[in-house]
């Protein structure tokens, strides 16, 4: 699927693939999600995967940034707040 993201300087059109349903454990105990990566040119390093929440509203749950240099950043949700 293509989805448009704006990064604060552009707005740019990106290819994700379902990767399928997972399992995760967080703080908040197991939750079901969607798992999404997106899918990278051959010349890309830059990657970015999201989970979402199918009990939570397909909330994100967890994201996992890659920059150019290979570095990875794992972001996981601590807590839930409805307002």
Same mark, same amino acid.
């Given at each position: 699927?293509?989805?448009? =993201?704006?990064?604060?300087?552009?707005?740019?059109?990106?290819?994700?693939?379902?990767?399928?349903?997972?399992?995760?454990? *967080?703080?908040?105990?197991?939750?079901? #999600?969607?798992?999404?990566?997106? =899918?990278?040119?051959?010349? /890309?390093?830059?990657?970015?995967?999201?989970?979402?929440? @199918?009990?939570?509203?397909?909330?994100? =749950?967890?994201?996992?940034? @890659? /920059?150019?240099?290979? *570095? =990875?950043?794992?972001? #996981? @949700?601590?807590? @839930? #707040?409805?307002?």
């Amino acid at each position: 699927m293509n989805v448009f =993201v704006a990064d604060g300087r552009r707005l740019a059109d990106y290819e994700y693939r379902i990767i399928g349903k997972e399992t995760l454990k *967080t703080p908040l105990g197991e939750l079901e #999600t969607l798992h999404f990566q997106k =899918v990278r040119e051959a010349d /890309d390093k830059r990657g970015l995967e999201f989970w979402l929440s @199918v009990d939570r509203h397909f909330l994100p =749950v967890k994201i996992r940034l @890659v /920059d150019k240099n290979g *570095t =990875v950043v794992d972001s #996981t @949700v601590t807590s @839930v #707040t409805y307002q």
